[in-house]
């Protein structure tokens, strides 16, 4: 009962170095997601994909850029690191609500996070 | 912009209690609304989802109520436990042009105490 894989689970960056986010799912889902989770603001979706192939900016996709070369994996990648970049990482994955068409979709499944500090 | 508010921030009660987690938001133009909970240094993991033409949603000791014209949302836990202690989320999906785009709220930590 894999569900969401996140690696990994805790990072110390530098400033201006780089990185890459991996997430692997194996419940076969069209839908997977970036979020990021800070005090006191909830979670900001960074990136999202809607299949192998696509991807779409979400709500706080500068200097981050992610890949869906497979359908089971989408990774995301910080070209230079900065302290602002500092928080903690979520991947999800979902499906469409079978039968309701590509606009709704069913329960969300998160990866349990990757705690990422730049120094 | 969808904004969405969790009101308490933090909530404590005795065990055995039955409780009540409020969440609004600012658009009523939503597809579903979601409940999460949150385990410290965890993943969020969906307890409920209600599409935007139901009303409310059970699971087990869980019941989650939809109002979308007024942009409300209850989450209802019955004869808490301490092993209910977690941060509840709630998250409506705003979405448009495929995926799940979700709005979250910052949370209701709640501590079910002896």
């Known amino acids: 009962n894999a569900g969401v894989t996140q690696t990994p689970k805790f990072r110390v960056l530098k400033t201006g170095q780089s990185m890459t986010l991996l997430c692997a799912q194996d419940?076969?889902?069209?839908?997977m997601y970036w979020y990021r989770q800070d005090p006191g603001m909830g979670l900001r979706l960074i990136h999202y994909?809607?299949?192998?192939?696509?991807?779409a900016k979400g709500e706080v996709p500068d200097g981050y850029n992610v890949s869906r070369l497979k359908k089971q994996n989408f990774l995301l990648g910080l070209e230079s690191a900065a302290p602002s970049q500092t928080s903690v990482y979520f991947c999800?994955?979902?499906?469409?609500?079978?039968?309701?068409?590509?606009?709704?979709?069913?329960?969300?499944?998160f990866g349990s996070g990757t705690q990422l500090s730049v120094l | 912009k969808q904004e969405v508010t969790q009101i308490p921030a933090a909530l404590s009660v005795p065990e055995g209690e039955n409780l009540v987690l409020n969440c609004s938001f600012t658009?009523?133009?939503?597809?579903?609304l979601q409940w999460f909970r949150q385990d410290p240094g965890k993943g969020l993991t969906s307890l409920l989802l209600?599409?935007?033409?139901?009303r409310e949603q059970t699971s087990g000791r869980l019941n989650a109520s939809l109002d979308k014209s007024s942009g409300r949302s209850t989450l209802y836990i019955a004869a808490s436990q301490p092993g209910d202690s977690a941060t509840y989320l709630c998250?409506?999906?705003?979405?448009?042009?495929?995926?799940?785009?979700?709005?979250f709220g910052t949370g209701t930590q709640l501590k079910v105490e002896l």
């Open positions: 419940m076969n889902h069209e839908y």
């Open positions: 658009d009523s133009a939503i597809y579903n």
């Open positions: 994909s809607v299949g192998e192939g696509t991807t």
């Open positions: 999800a994955s979902s499906s469409p609500l079978k039968g309701f068409g590509p606009a709704t979709n069913e329960k969300l499944f």
């Open positions: 998250a409506v999906n705003i979405l448009t042009g495929g995926g799940n785009k979700l709005t």
């Open positions: 209600i599409q935007s033409s139901q």
